[in-house]
Nanobody, 124 residues
Framework: QVQLVESGGGLVQAGGSLRLSCAAS????????MGWFRQAPGKEREFVAG????????DYADSVKGRFTVSRDNAKNTVYLQMNSLKLEDTAVYYC?????????????????WGQGTQVTVSS
């Protein structure tokens, strides 16, 4: 089965930057569209960013567009989320997810594999 291992989470001050990485254990990484989701306390898990199998198409939640950038390196089986200009409201557990499909999806039910989640805390 596909395993997703996230790294890069931590504590950062508002206005700062952080890069999350998600390494996938699969020989067919390029066949999956990837997504990033986050869940804050008391809130539903929400879509943050997605990227198609080739990396040619991306999609972002309105709350993060212009600040976050998703990318992937299929040769390294890794997807990234570059987070800039972080705000207090970005504080959440961030999850990497893989979908058995080539196109971007924005709902949790559309993804088949999930990472363990990594905490991102933005402080003032």
């Amino acid at each position: 089965q596909v395993q997703l291992v996230e790294s890069g989470g931590g504590l950062v001050q508002a206005g700062g930057s952080l890069r999350l990485s998600c390494a996938a254990s699969t020989r067919t990484f390029s066949s999956y569209a990837m997504g990033w989701f986050r869940q804050a306390p008391g809130k539903e898990r929400e879509f943050v960013a997605g990227i198609s199998w080739s990396g040619s198409n991306t999609d972002y939640a309105d709350s993060v567009k212009g600040r976050f950038t998703v990318s992937r390196d299929n040769a390294k089986n890794t997807v990234y989320l570059q987070m800039n200009s972080l705000k207090l409201e970005d504080t959440a557990v961030y999850y990497c997810a893989a979908r058995s499909g080539l196109t971007i999806a924005t709902k949790t039910a559309q993804y088949d594999y999930w990472g363990q989640g990594t905490q991102v805390t933005v402080s003032s």
